[in-house]
């Protein structure tokens, strides 16, 4: 079974899916002029700079734009950007980094168009709650006869879900507290799933709630402490950055524990990470910002814009120069995954690396199992009904048990398949849809001056 899922994994991450992705990002961003890029300190000024401002809501909606992006980041910033990470450099190298980038400076305008569709497709029910994401834009955007593949991705989202959220999460944060503090993973796994449900189970707005409460804190604790180490080897950094764009395109030799990286496997791991951390092109998180109160689907766009930027252009840097700057034989010493990324902490910190570490992964991990619940829940109305939503509560809480017994390995190769899979349909319908886009988007920089 192993070899098989493996397989698949390699097959769903191949050249044609790395095609796609590029693609999707190139049509959207020539056809911006790189919006994203070259407006971006509008965006900064949009977002960050009015996301604090009660008085800045308008429209409709059941969340304020802080809690979506605060949701939408709780659900893609985990431990993607600090286990991922590591496992992209020890699998493909530092040139896994510079890939990374591309899917984060590419993300950033998929993103946008994911969440501008989302929007402007959105469904509100009887109950007052709005809804929306792929399933709605495939079925509504491209129409009736489309909807067996809305169904498709509605159904492997679910699957998705289930996989990333519930499933890696657990598995890293119980393996990270048992090394630091001795933890038994079960009753890690007994307080996380406690915590999901009360906070789950009371609504959209108690998650937004939640995760606005803790994700703005946790990115400037992380940043703060991991400037410390960059800092500290300040010296070594333009040799670090030479090595990501040198091992981008070029072999790496095999050096220390490390196997050696071809060009193909930097591409391969880099990107796969980067859109597991940053869930561009995979249509997730545009379920979450569909549920904000906005006046325009595009203003709503500049967050998905900031979302992959901080997620991806900051804190995955983050953790890569922790990695590649702490020490020259920690990155190629044979670890891998969590244990890596606290070796790395520990070379300024010591012992208290392990906690700075260990404690991020548990928040990370806790938000993204409660921030997901957004895609979960919107894909289980859509497929199967409100009334049905009781019995996949249940579901929700059953993957951290079975998680825990698992090797790393094996946890994510199923993350690769999981995401590759929702990322096929949602990019096609992202193509599909590229007319109804560029209407909505030129008419409204028309009416901004943009």
């Keep these: 079974m192993s070899k ?4 698949l994994a390699g097959e769903l991450w191949g050249w044609p899916m790395m095609i796609l992705i590029f693609l999707c990002g190139l049509i959207f961003g020539l056809g911006t002029r790189f919006f994203q890029i070259r407006k971006l300190p509008y965006v900064l000024k949009e977002t960050l700079g009015k996301c604090f401002r009660k008085d800045a809501l308008e429209g409709e909606g059941t969340i304020t734009p802080l809690q979506a992006v605060s949701s939408a980041l709780a659900g893609c910033i985990g431990n993607g950007n600090i286990a991922g990470v590591a496992t992209a450099i020890a699998t493909g190298g530092p040139g896994a980094v510079f890939w990374m980038w591309i899917m ?3 993300g950033m305008m998929t993103k946008f168009v994911e969440v501008v569709l989302a929007v402007h497709f959105r469904e509100q029910t009887e109950s007052g709650a709005f809804y929306g994401g792929p399933m709605y834009y495939i079925e509504k955007g491209m129409g009736k006869r489309w909807k067996p593949l809305a169904m498709f991705y509605g159904v492997m989202m679910i699957v998705g879900a289930l996989g990333t959220a519930v499933w890696v999460q657990p598995h890293t944060m119980a393996s990270a507290l048992k090394s630091t503090f001795g933890i038994p993973p079960l009753a890690t796994v007994v307080c996380a799933v406690i915590l999901t449900a009360l906070v789950c189970f009371g609504g959209f707005k108690r998650i937004g709630r939640f995760a606005e409460s803790i994700m703005p804190y946790f990115v ?5 402490f991991s400037l410390g180490v960059i ?4 010296a070594r950094l333009p040799e670090v950055v030479g090595m990501i764009f040198k091992y981008a395109f070029n072999p790496h030799a095999a050096v220390g524990g490390f196997a050696g990286g071809t ?7 880099g990107a796969a990470r980067g859109v597991f951390s940053n869930e ?3 249509g997730t998180a545009s379920m979450v910002h569909a549920t904000s109160i906005t006046r325009h689907p595009c203003q709503q766009g500049l967050y998905g814009i900031v979302e992959v930027f901080v997620d991806t252009i900051v804190m995955c840097s983050m953790t890569a120069f922790v990695i590649l ?5 920690v990155w190629s010493g044979g670890l891998n995954g969590i244990a890596l990324t606290i070796s790395a902490f520990d070379t300024l910190y010591g012992k208290f690396g392990a906690w700075i570490v260990s404690i991020s992964v548990m928040l990370a991990a806790l938000t993204t199992m409660i921030g997901y619940y957004f895609e979960y829940k919107t894909s289980v109305v859509y497929v199967f009904g409100e009334k049905n939503m009781g019995i996949f509560n249940v579901f929700w809480l059953i993957p951290p048990f079975v998680a825990v017994t698992q090797d790393v390995d094996l946890v994510w190769t199923i993350v690769d398949i999981s995401t590759g899979i929702e990322g096929i349909p949602n990019m096609i319908a992202m193509l599909a849809l590229a007319p109804i886009f560029f209407k909505v988007y030129k008419q409204w920089t028309k009416d901004n001056n943009l």
């Design 220 to 224: 400037v604790v992380y940043t703060v």
């Design 325 to 329: 700057l702490s020490a020259p034989d």
């Design 280 to 282: 561009a092109g995979l």
């Design 104 to 106: 984060g400076l590419f």
């Design 263 to 269: 060009m193909i496997l930097a591409v391969r791991y």
């Design 4 to 7: 098989f899922l493996n397989w």
């Design 231 to 234: 800092f500290t080897n300040i």
